[in-house]
């Protein structure tokens, strides 16, 4: 097995769930450097964590270093240009969500990726809890039956210090609101396990927070299997939760969590005819394992042994940014948006917002 050599890339709010999961993988990781614009923040960082060189210049890093992977932990509109420069340098990326700001850029990402035979994943950490793959086990083993309706609803709430940090609340930096940063995460998680989705029609407001983006967005998501989501992405709520809750024929499966979930906040209520086969086989999760950047790192340090795609990337990837940019399109433009309409030469394509992103 060998042990990789990795670079953080930002050393802000986030960091600490990538230092625990680098820790929990430190027989596959030696973490070598940290790169903050922030001098201070970098070098505490670095000093608390034993990471022994501190960069304030993500291009410097990269040439020193030479990176095997490079985790991308910055605010949304910097994760494309230091994704091209990680890739070039010969690094596999691990980047927060948002990948990038647009379509556009993802596919510039894509064509980087092919350029340089290195690969970037996106941070999707509720996708590798063991209640998901237990469900998706259950449901390709078709116990669920087809999937009917969902409600995909994050109820967070972000105050005004929230959005006081400069890059959050501009289209130009964070890239939306709670539906490009905070609700990202479960209509991932939904697109994922229902399948291709064929047509959104959304509403977007901004109703209390003094900010560019949205405050909160409403969807109606139609599945290819006819299937039908309603979708809730709120920074306004006090009483917060994220709610995902899967209506198949068999059974309904839900999850209620904040940020992180265990099998314990996961719930599956079968009808009476079916209830004792699939209580059972709900029952065998083989483990309890949280669905983590550590999960996810596990599975990308596994991809990179194998040399191959790793998850969360590619196809799997662009899914949620096309996604997003098409719910953004249907608010704005008040007409439902079919997958696969944004194409380049569409407004939308260029930026989530419809207009440039250069304010
Ligand atoms: N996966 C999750 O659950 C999760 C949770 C929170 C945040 N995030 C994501 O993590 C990212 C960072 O969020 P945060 O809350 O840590 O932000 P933050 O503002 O706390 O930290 C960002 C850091 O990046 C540094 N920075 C900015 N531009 C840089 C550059 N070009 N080179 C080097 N350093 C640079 C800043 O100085 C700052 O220290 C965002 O994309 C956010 O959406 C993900």
Redesign the pocket.
Request: glycine content about 8%; charged content about 15%.
């Given at each position: 097995m060998s042990r990789y050599r990795v670079a953080l890339?930002?050393?802000?709010?986030?960091?600490v769930?990538h230092l625990e999961a680098i820790a929990a993988h430190s027989d596959r990781l030696e973490l070598v450097a940290a790169?903050?614009?922030?001098a201070a923040?970098?070098e505490a960082v670095c000093a608390q964590a034993g990471i022994p060189r501190a960069y304030?210049?993500?291009e410097v890093m990269l040439a020193a270093e030479r990176p095997d992977l490079v985790h991308i932990?910055?605010?949304?509109a910097?994760?494309f240009?230091?994704t091209l420069a990680a890739l070039d340098a010969g690094a596999w990326v691990w980047c927060?969500?948002?990948l990038c700001r647009s379509l556009a850029e993802f596919d510039q990402i894509d064509a980087a990726e092919q350029r340089t035979g290195r690969y970037v994943s996106t941070?999707?950490?509720w996708r590798f809890g063991s209640a998901v793959e237990h469900l998706r086990k259950l449901a390709g083993e078709h116990l669920l039956g087809r999937p009917l309706v969902a409600v995909c609803q994050t109820l967070w709430h972000r105050d005004a210090a929230y959005y006081a940090?400069p890059?959050r609340g501009k289209f130009a930096t964070?890239t939306g609101g709670p539906t490009a940063?905070l609700g990202i995460?479960l209509m991932d998680l939904l697109l994922w396990l229902w399948g291709e989705w064929e047509e959104v029609q959304a509403t977007v407001a901004t109703l209390d927070r003094p900010i560019q983006v949205e405050d909160v967005s409403m969807a109606l998501v139609r599945f290819e299997s006819g299937a039908l989501g309603s979708i809730v992405n709120s920074a306004l709520s006090p009483r917060q939760e994220s709610y995902l809750r899967l209506d198949y024929q068999q059974a309904t499966v839900e999850v209620q969590a904040l940020?992180r979930y265990t099998n314990a906040n996961w719930r599956l209520t079968p009808l009476a005819s079916v209830e004792e086969a699939l209580t059972s086989a709900w029952r065998t999760i083989p483990c309890d394992r949280m669905g983590s950047?550590e999960a996810q790192l596990g599975a990308l340090l596994d991809a990179m042994e194998r040399n191959e795609r790793p998850p969360v990337s590619g196809l799997e990837a662009r899914r949620i940014l096309e996604f997003i940019a098409s719910l953004y399109k249907s608010a704005w433009s008040g007409q439902p948006v079919q997958r696969g309409s944004i194409a380049p030469g569409d407004p939308f394509y260029a930026s989530m917002r419809g207009e440039p992103d250069d304010d």
């Open positions: 890339i930002g050393t802000g709010g986030i960091v769930s790169v903050d614009q922030n923040r970098v304030t210049d993500a932990l910055t605010p949304p910097t994760h240009p230091l927060e969500k948002p941070v999707f950490q940090v890059w964070e940063t995460h940020y950047h």
